[in-house]
Each structure stands twice: as structure tokens, then as C-alpha cells.
């Protein structure tokens, strides 16, 4: 059964954006734009984020572009493909009392794809953006998805996640999130 995320169960994950290699990315100008929405909408509706780096020594830190929006957040750094296999951050996740888990970042097919089966594992409810998610080909990034999605991941979008926590437009926050996504 699919629950509906919600703003006090989420965490947004931001993996690997990395130096170069985030420009690499199949379409990475919607993927950056996609990534800056979802972490200025957390930080609008108060949804703790966690962002993660693949051997930065190697492959650079995160994207000058991406970074500016999480310069008050420190990276998790890590050597093995799942976010998971980076102790703090999992152990910090679980510390955060939430649940469901929004997945965004670089290459869908290898650390988002490995991290949330790993997430899964541990019973988080796991949503990937498919805007925010990106490989560098298109056969790749369609594969990891589809590979999540026959994990027990939900796959979401930008606009359906965050209407989705929203819930109404009522919500006090709506306005914001709205012209975010203008």
C-alpha cells in the first residue's frame, strides 16, 4: 500500500552531484533545476535534507550551482555506491525520526539505484524524483527507475511530490511552494 508523503515524515536525499561528472548528465539542466526546487521547497515547508558525495578527492565536491542552495549543510562523504554504506548518514537518518524518504541525484543507476534499495531494506518509504534523477544516457536513467519501481520504490515528480505533502491549497506554505515551480 502507497501512503501519502507528508512534510512532518520526509527527508529530502541529494546524492552525488558531483564536479564534471553532474554535467555529463542526460538533460542536466532540468536536472539541476529540478534539484533546486526540491531543496529550496524543503527548506520552505521545514523537511530536513541529507546530501551525500562520492569520493570527492576523485570526483570533485557537489556543483557549484547545486551547492549554493546547501551551503549551510555539510556533506556526508562516501566510498561505496549506496548512501546507506556511509554509517553516519545512516545512523543520522534514523536519528531524524522520518520515514519516507525523497531520492534525488546522480547516476540513477548506480548510487540512487543502490541507496534506495538499501533504504527499502531498512523500511523507509521511498519516493524518486524522476525530475531530480538523472544518469548520463537516457537508457541508463530509464533502467535504474524502472529497476526502483520493481523494488517497492514510489516514482514521483517534482510538482506531485510537493502538492502531494502539500495536500491542499490551502496549506500555509502553498504560495511559496507555488511560484517555486513557475
Known sequence: MILPFHTNESALIVI??????AYLMHRHEHLFKHLKIMIKAAKVLDIPIFYLEQYPQGLGHTNDEI????ADLVAYEKITFSSC?????????????RQQMIISGIETHVCVYQTVLDLLAEKFQ????????SSRTKANKKLGIHRMEQAGAV??????????MMQTAKHPRFKEISNLLK
Open 155 to 164: 516514482i514521483t515528480s517534482t510538482e506531485m511530490v510537493l502538492f502531494e
Open 85 to 97: 554504506g556511509q554509517t553516519q548518514f545512516i545512523e543520522d537518518l534514523k536519528n531524524s525520526g
Open 126 to 133: 521511498v519516493a524518486v524524483n524522476q525530475d531530480a534523477v
Open 16 to 21: 552525488d552531484v558531483q564536479g564534471r561528472l
Open 67 to 70: 551547492k549554493a542552495e546547501l
